[in-house]
């Protein structure tokens, strides 16, 4: 019986653990948009100047998990996160006050 509920914690850990560091993360990626000011297109900030750059292959193998480029670019897939056609990113906050996300 231990081990049963050992190997259903794990599971539970397995499952709840990433989405709540996703969640984290996405909360983290638009305070960064809010604190620099990129809220629109003539504002846009590059990845770069947002320190949103993806880890290289080393820097992963020395830490943990970032789970802040996922959270950008998921933010992008649904809208809330713009592109500029030069490439530069900014928040749109109407499109986050209409989307479940402002919610959490």
């Keep these: 019986m231990e081990i049963f ?3 259903v914690l794990f599971m539970v850990l397995l499952v709840v653990l990433p989405l709540m560091m996703n969640k ?3 909360k983290q990626v638009i305070k ?3 604190d620099r000011q990129a809220l629109d297109p003539g504002s846009a900030k590059t990845i770069d100047e947002l320190d949103l750059r993806p880890p290289s292959f080393r820097e992963r193998l020395m830490r943990f998990r970032d789970y802040k480029p996922a959270a ?3 933010l ?3 809208g809330i ?3 500029t056609e030069d490439g530069r ?3 749109s906050e109407e499109k986050l006050r209409n989307s479940k ?3 959490f």
Excluded: E, M, P, S
């Design 89 to 91: 990113f900014y928040l």
């Design 76 to 78: 992008v897939r649904v």
């Design 72 to 74: 950008l670019n998921g």
């Design 24 to 26: 984290r993360a996405i």
């Design 101 to 103: 996300i402002a919610n």
């Design 5 to 7: 509920l050992l190997i």
């Design 32 to 34: 960064r948009f809010r």
């Design 81 to 83: 996160i713009k592109v």
